[in-house]
């Protein structure tokens, strides 16, 4: 029983990252899902390979629990920033 609950920790703690691009023009109305992924490497990979950072718009990633996503979820990444923008351009 006790190898079932750890099994059961193990899922529900299990963080996901969240890939969306927004034009910058239009903020928050215009949020588009483009992925979920197991790591923040991965969704940055999938940006750069996607060619997903142009002009007009930017870049997101959010980390949250699994089971919990509205609550916990917390910004990681944005090309508003400019060490971030870097990583995409490069």
């Given at each position: 029983m006790k190898q079932k609950i750890d099994l059961?920790?193990?899922?529900?703690n299990?963080?996901?990252y969240?890939?969306?691009t927004t034009d910058i023009w239009l903020s928050t109305a215009s949020l588009n899902l483009e992925g979920v992924?197991?790591?923040?490497e991965n969704a940055i990979n999938y940006a750069k390979k996607a060619?997903?950072?142009?002009?007009?718009?930017?870049v997101l990633i959010y980390q949250g629990e699994l089971d919990n996503y509205e609550l916990s979820e917390q910004k990681k990444f944005s090309t508003e920033?400019?060490?971030d923008?870097?990583?995409l351009a490069a």
């Open positions: 059961y920790q193990e899922v529900t299990k963080m996901i969240t890939l969306w992924f197991s790591s923040k060619n997903l950072l142009h002009q007009d718009n930017q920033f400019d060490k923008r870097i990583l």
